[in-house]
């Protein structure tokens, strides 16, 4: 997205209010019966000391060696832990024999001589959950016995960059799985598909020879008449639409007339909400006069809403309280193979990102992300996130304005130097003062819990909250010139209390491994710089340093937890980012670079968060610059690619979360596109005059040439919807913190001050745009002003705006 140089230079995911939440839940009321309590069953389990959750580990965890190919592609974590652990329990032993049993081909190597015993039988559903829950894999990436994984292909980098090669790679890989009865999606664009495969069948996948790696999915993460929209001074914007220099025929409020908006985001509709919604006017309904008001957009096989998500509903109530007339397209999402083809039906792309005609939706929005999938430096090069990159991009080719949330994870984030050394296995050192070593990122709750973490969770909602999830990953992704070779292992680790016998002491309290993540990374074709945790942490995992902390109607105990990384490598010096999901915070986080992907792309409006009732930025607002090439530390904002974009209000009312209760970026980023739709609506009022016109019985020539055309006054008019918005943000009192762009705020707030007409006047007569304006005579007639001359009169005027 084109950023201002004619002025100074300015550079899903919703937050519950969760520390006001988790309170409810700690000892004060223990005693206190509460929403999520164990039923019989579960009181009878705890109290003969056994849980029926995640399974429970030993007191010393062992990592789980790969004992063939096959098995090396899981990583040695949990996916392979959850593997090696099924076919412990089986009779006939052996994962192989699982895949065969199952209907799959065995793989090669150990355990493949037992083949033909267990193909007598198959493993049970019951038997595969038990090895799920055993590794500690949340439910999100399961459904029954069956894995949520994302599968990497064995291409070069080369091999990556032909869409030709690149779409029989995926369609052939997908073709197998179909085949062997799997369902799996391409990422377009991307050497990735997601697959859902029974454990039983996971190994097998893993040894076919097309298949790279294989890890858990990578999912989006989530990061209202709106309050937000008052803040934002939106009747200012409708007014604009009056404009005395319009044709009386063009005059009228703004309200999205005429345009459309897509919302990609998770959706909930388990109990009738969109209904419920839509009958309280919350949000668009299709009716006789408007039959194509609002199309909604479901997953492969699954019913709209089906996750019961109550973020989408919420984004979609901001949009239509700002945009009431315009259209929608409303799109269900989990992972990013959805998202890819979200936005390429919204820009009207086919999967291969040829623009196929007018874009459906002349606005997309997402309040949603992922936690570092991709190098940080604006592309998805390297990684499983390039189709989106470049699905976004070519939207934009266009004329689409695409807007995504800035991310919440200013306060779970930090990164650092690799610590030095000419050795391997090297534990990194989080801290870097004279204070000494500490290899140890401890992982907290709040003030009020020191630093106990709630374990062993009776409910399936409570083992969903309360997860621990991390992702590490390092400026080391495949390129033309470079090989994905240092390695690098991610621990969870947990304090053990000290073992006793006979009164003394055996082994000492300490930190010792819960799981751990350790992809393999020698240069081998398809391999990230990337290792992930997703982790349930069971009543085996408590410390009697946290007992009595939390309700023991709900969890089993508590715990203390931490990050530890090791290099692998030798030598080897990279910039490391960690960023930790959920509720917990590190002791070490730095809030600088925290940006989700793809909110670093420059095809986006990247939006931050300020609170609704003060103007603050929020705390968890997510902070640029975006990285250097290929995810090395940046040295100041990139040219043309400066984050954030510029901010807008959460903590915010609406019907599907209650007053004061949607925050997070996710909530800033809709009032953005609402209003970015209807400044739209306004440059193309203040560019009627020249309208391509088709001539009548055109020629295939002349379809063409139109359609070049319009395509062409698209993007421009976006460009100046952009710049309209940046002047706006940086003007009028809204230039909020380091004076100019900076990497907190971006441009500014977005709030219309009485002068936003002359800052949306200022880039319609920019240069840059004036291919939207009729030319002018030279000579000018008497009296007329210049487009250069009407440019500096009301930059003068959007500068010099009052402060609000």
Not at 566 to 589: D, E, S, W
Request: net charge negative; hydrophobic share 40%; with cysteine.
């Amino acid at each position: 997205m084109k950023q201002i140089s004619s002025k100074k230079t300015f550079a899903v995911l919703g937050l519950a209010a969760a520390c006001a939440t988790v309170l409810m839940w700690s000892h004060r009321d223990a005693g206190t019966p509460s929403q999520g309590a164990p039923g019989d069953a579960f009181a009878a389990s705890q109290a003969s000391g056994a849980w029926p959750g995640a399974g429970l580990h030993g007191v010393a965890y062992a990592a789980p060696t790969p004992r063939n190919d096959a098995q090396a592609k899981l990583g040695s974590g949990q996916l392979l832990e959850a593997v090696q652990w099924l076919a412990q329990t089986q009779a006939g032993g052996g994962a192989n024999s699982a895949a065969h049993a199952n209907g799959a081909p065995a793989a090669t190597g150990a355990g493949a001589g037992n083949a033909g015993r267990s193909a007598r039988h198959a493993i049970s559903a019951a038997a595969q959950i038990a090895a799920l829950d055993r590794a500690g894999i949340p439910q999100r990436f399961r459904e029954g016995e069956k894995v949520k994984v994302s599968l990497d292909l064995a291409l070069s980098y080369e091999d990556v960059q032909n869409p030709g090669l690149l779409d029989r790679a995926t369609s052939a890989l997908r073709d197998t799985l179909l085949a062997a009865g799997l369902r799996a999606t391409p990422v377009n664009g991307s050497p990735t598909l997601e697959a859902l495969v029974p454990l039983a069948k996971l190994e097998w996948v893993a040894g076919l020879q097309s298949v790279a790696q294989v890890s858990l999915m990578k999912m989006s993460q989530t990061a209202v008449f709106s309050d937000g929209a008052t803040a934002s001074n939106i009747d200012r914007l409708r007014a604009l639409g009056q404009y005395g220099g319009l044709a009386e025929n063009l005059r009228r409020d703004l309200r999205g007339e005429g345009l459309g908006i897509a919302i990609i985001d998770h959706f909930g509709n388990l109990g009738g909400e969109v209904a419920a919604l839509q009958a309280a006017g919350e949000w668009p309904s299709n009716t006789a006069a408007e039959p194509n008001k609002i199309t909604l957009r479901a997953l492969p096989g699954q019913a709209f809403g089906h996750r019961g998500a109550a973020h989408g509903n919420a984004v979609t109530e901001i949009v239509y309280d700002i945009a009431p007339a315009a259209s929608y397209r409303v799109y269900d999402s989990s992972g990013a193979a959805d998202w890819v083809s979200a936005v390429q039906d919204a820009a009207n792309l086919n999967a291969q990102n040829v623009i196929q005609g007018e874009p459906r939706a002349q606005v997309i929005t997402a309040s949603l992300g992922f936690d570092l999938y991709g190098p940080g430096d604006g592309t998805g090069n390297g990684s499983a996130l390039k189709g989106l990159y470049d699905a976004i991009e070519a939207a934009t080719r266009n004329g689409v304005l695409v807007l995504n949330a800035a991310g919440n994870e200013a306060q779970v984030h930090w990164d650092g130097n690799s610590t030095a050394g000419a050795v391997a296995n090297v534990r990194q050192d989080f801290d870097l003062s004279a204070a000494g070593v500490d290899n140890v990122n401890r992982l907290n709750l709040g003030a009020d819990f020191d630093g106990c973490i709630p374990v062993g969770a009776f409910s399936a909602a409570d083992q969903e909250n309360f997860e621990i999830s991390a992702t590490l990953g390092w400026n080391d992704w495949t390129n033309a010139n470079n090989l994905t070779d240092a390695d690098y292992r991610l621990e969870l680790v947990r304090w053990a209390d000290a073992v006793r016998r006979n009164g003394r002491v055996v082994t000492p309290a300490g930190w010792v491994v819960a799981t751990q993540s350790d992809a393999a990374q020698n240069g081998g074709a398809g391999q990230t710089p990337l290792e992930g945790i997703s982790f349930v942490p069971s009543a085996a995992t408590r410390t009697a340093e946290c007992d009595n902390v939390f309700n023991a109607n709900r969890f089993a105990g508590g715990g203390k937890f931490g990050l530890r990384i090791v290099r692998k490598t030798a030598a080897a010096n990279n910039f490391l980012r960690l960023m930790i999901g959920g509720y917990y915070t590190p002791q070490y986080a730095q809030a600088e670079r925290s940006l989700i992907h793809p909110a670093d792309s420059a095809s986006v409006i990247t939006v931050a968060a300020l609170d609704a009732a003060t103007s603050n930025l929020e705390a968890y607002s997510s902070r640029g610059p975006v990285l250097a090439a290929g995810g090395a530390r940046p040295n100041g904002q990139a040219a043309g690619n400066a984050k954030p974009d510029m901010a807008n209000f959460a903590n915010v009312d609406t019907v599907s979360y209650g007053d004061n209760e949607f925050n997070g970026t996710s909530s800033a980023t809709p009032h953005v596109a609402a209003l970015a739709l209807l400044g739209l609506q306004h440059q193309r009022q203040l560019a009627n005059a020249t309208v391509p016109v088709l001539p009548a019985n055109p020629t295939a020539q002349q379809r063409a040439t139109y359609a070049a055309a319009l395509r062409q006054r698209n993007v421009t008019l976006t460009g100046s919807v952009y710049d309209s918005l940046a002047y706006v943000a940086g003007t009028g009192g809204n230039d909020l913190g380091i004076a100019g762009f900076d990497s907190s705020y971006g441009t500014g707030r977005l709030k219309f001050h009485a002068q936003s007409q002359a800052c949306f006047l200022t880039a319609l007569y920019d240069p840059a745009y004036r291919g939207l304006l009729p030319a002018q005579a030279n000579p000018l007639p008497a009296g007329q002003k210049s487009y250069d001359v009407l440019h500096d009169e009301n930059d003068a005027a959007c500068a010099n705006a009052v402060a609000q």
